[in-house]
């Protein structure tokens, strides 16, 4: 699932994806993804897209939250959580700094 999602989002030029690892810190999930759109509309495609995509292949709907604004969306796909940001609502947030130990820095995926 995890790489199903980092290429989703690499095909449709997300910016500063992030992998989070959350084994050992979360029972939520094992990992989060955290991506940057640069519109509102490319937030809401990106989604959009990860959430057919994943249900082409897998056959699992993905459920979302935040589609109606696409500033933030959230989706939740079991043992991956992917957040999808405009680049103000990221920078405001800063969910990489809440989940890393102080001093680690997040994993950058891709050339997105």
């Not at 994943?54 to 959580?81: F, H, N, P, Q």
Request: aromatic share 6%.
């Amino acid at each position: 699932m995890l790489a199903l999602i980092l290429s989703s989002l690499d095909d449709d030029k997300a910016e500063d994806v992030v992998q989070v690892d959350l084994r050992g810190k979360s029972s939520v999930a094992d990992y989060m993804v955290i991506a940057t759109g640069r519109s509102t509309r490319q937030v809401a495609s990106m989604a959009e897209k990860l959430m057919d995509r994943v249900k082409a292949r897998s056959g699992e709907s993905l459920r979302a939250e935040g589609m109606e604004t696409a500033d933030w969306v959230l989706i939740d796909a079991g043992d991956v959580i992917v957040h999808v940001f405009r680049p103000e609502v990221r920078d405001f947030y800063q969910l990489e700094k809440m989940w890393l130990p102080q001093g680690e820095s997040a994993r950058v995926v891709g050339s997105a």
